[in-house]
């Protein structure tokens, strides 16, 4: 595996197309995979984030993506995906996950006349069986006493013991697993130490500058140059703002802000931060903040 050597600069940041890696060997299921994309993936202008994410997945390791709300994680899990060719299986944590939203149901159906229980998979059980890349979204969501069944799953030994069957499931050897979480975000909790201690920590950071100004342009209607530079300044500011606590994450979120340059292609670009990126903020004072910052650039349009 090894980054490309016509790349010579970080200027329009750096895809998973700039790494080569050899083909994936063994027969691969694509029917599967819902998430195929159309554009070149997740970009960030450090080579290196892409490199070891791949890298760790390509040696089997399990891999921790940990970053702010907006900052391009779960584009970065699908991007690996495609890159390595797997299909994709999603969980979102939450309060509610319990055992059965990770590994599957009994149900009764109805065949021939006859009624019988069928155990429906879940996206763990799948994912193990199918060979897939299992993607665990806000990690740090769900209740402790939720994840300590997968241990095992992400440990050395790769099985798992369903208690709903009574069978142990050995992985598949393309099985490969992505965690992501939001540190200090409202609802979440740290880590179990012997959780944290089976993955790869890889960190996400938001998109700034150049790279930042490319993807605006590839990705939104927005195209003035003057408008895309303003905006790309105004993120800074934003992240900034987040760091030293004016405004949560979401104000921050590259994501909110793809949507306010979408917006402002057609409207006002004030307006289009209030409806975009403002208007998602509960806080009164964190809404005002991000305004006051918005009309420093636009200070002509309401």
């Not at 599957?104 to 994912?127: C, N």
């Not at 890349?133 to 050395?156: F, G, H, K, Q």
């Not at 409806?275 to 650039?297: F, G, I, P, S």
């Amino acid at each position: 595996m090894s980054v490309r050597r016509d790349r010579t600069d970080d200027m329009d940041g750096w895809t998973l197309n700039d790494i080569d890696m050899p083909a994936p060997t063994g027969q691969l299921d694509l029917t599967s995979y819902r998430d195929a994309l159309t554009d070149e993936g997740f970009v960030t202008g450090d080579k290196t984030l892409l490199f070891d994410a791949l890298l760790a997945l390509s040696l089997s390791k399990n891999l921790l993506l940990r970053g702010p709300t907006g900052s391009g994680k779960t584009k970065l899990a699908q991007s690996l995906a495609e890159k390595l060719r797997l299909p994709m299986e999603s969980i979102n944590c939450s309060v509610d996950l319990d055992a059965e939203s990770l590994l599957g149901f009994k149900t009764l159906t109805t065949e021939d006349g006859r009624s019988e229980i069928r155990f429906v998979e879940g996206p763990v059980v799948r994912a193990m069986r199918e060979g897939h890349l299992l993607y665990i979204d806000e990690i740090n969501m769900a209740r402790p006493e939720t994840l300590p069944i997968l241990n095992s799953v992400l440990d050395y030994r790769r099985q798992l013991m369903n208690p709903f069957t009574a069978q142990t499931i050995t992985a598949h050897e393309r099985f490969r697993v992505i965690a992501a979480i939001n540190e200090g975000y409202v609802g979440t909790s740290p880590m179990n130490e012997a959780l944290r201690n089976r993955f790869i920590v890889v960190d996400v950071p938001y998109l700034s500058g150049e790279p930042l100004k490319s993807l605006i342009r590839a990705r939104t209607q927005l195209q003035d140059e003057k408008m895309i530079q303003h905006f790309a300044d105004l993120s800074a500011d934003l992240v900034a703002a987040a760091r030293v606590g004016e405004v949560s994450e979401e104000g921050a979120s590259i994501r909110a802000l793809l949507d306010a340059c979408d917006l402002a292609a057609h409207i006002p670009a004030a307006r289009a931060v209030s409806r975009a990126v403002a208007a998602k903020l509960d806080d009164e004072r964190e809404q005002a903040v991000v305004m006051n910052l918005a009309e420093t650039y636009f200070p002509l349009e309401r």
